[in-house]
């Protein structure tokens, strides 16, 4: 009996669809769900990225495969689903780590432009909604399944704007409210659909290293208990968690993934 628990961590047979597969995230998402044990859909925009990750882990033995997704448009969510139950019999993961943004994105507050906060929050909270709308009634004729959504620290408390200071760099508005908005949405998913065994569940995580200003990075350490930024893979870990039986009792959850950063 001493295997029980660890198996509770493996996903098995089951599929998993990873929007923004081929991201910073959604990368290490995918290897870690495909490494225990589950068939991962690679779902994202970037096909040259997703293709390329498809071939590196299908050569380490991995069950992965690309699928262009474009998350705001609803044929293209309805066309990922249809392909996963045609190929692997259904789908019962769905993690939406896409991040969908305009060429105008990362402006000062007083310059966001209307129409560009407007279409951040289609492509990206909207894009959200559309991918968890098809996908948790697709669940409900399935009797169950896990939805997690991709909020932010910044959705939870505001920003220390001066770690900011001397660089090009800011924290835009469209995103607080963007992840703000994706968290409570998400509370609402798993009371909405908790009768039909569907968990719903936010990952917050803190500033991913990649490569930022050294200004930056150096402010945001000293303003964290762990004294660092994140490393991608250390996001996908509780990302795996969420997804097993293990985590088979929560839902609603805001879980934060921010090396203390929160705390102070």
Known sequence: MSDI?????????????ITGGAGLIGKEIVKALAQAKANVIIAD???????????????????????????TDEESIQETIDSAEKKYDGVDI?????????SDWGKRFEEVNYESLKKNVDMHM????????????????KDGGVII?????????????????????TMPAPYAAIKGGIINFTRYLATYYASHNIR???????GV???????????????TPLGRMAR???????????????????TGEVLMVDGGWTTW
Request: charged share 30%; with cysteine; proline share 5%.
């Open 209 to 223: 290293y990649d490569g930022q200003d050294e200004r930056f990075v150096k402010r945001y350490d000293e303003n």
């Open 232 to 250: 991608p893979e250390e996001i996908a870990g509780p990302v795996l968690f969420l997804c097993s039986d293990a985590a088979s009792y929560i």
């Open 126 to 141: 909207n894009g959200y909604f559309l991918c968890c709308q098809k996908i948790a009634e697709y669940m409900k004729e």
């Open 149 to 169: 959504n991709f909020g932010s620290t910044y959705g939870v408390v505001g920003p220390k704007f001066d770690i900011y200071e001397g660089t090009e760099m």
């Open 200 to 206: 719903a569940n936010v990952i917050c995580p803190g």
């Open 5 to 17: 628990w660890p198996d509770k961590f493996l996903l098995g047979n089951k599929t998993a669809v």
């Open 45 to 71: 925009l970037d096909k040259k990225n997703g293709k390329k990750l498809e071939r590196s882990l299908s050569e380490d033995g991995l069950n992965v495969s690309f699928k262009k997704l474009d998350i």
């Open 94 to 102: 769905w993690v939406n780590c896409a991040y969908p943004r305009t």
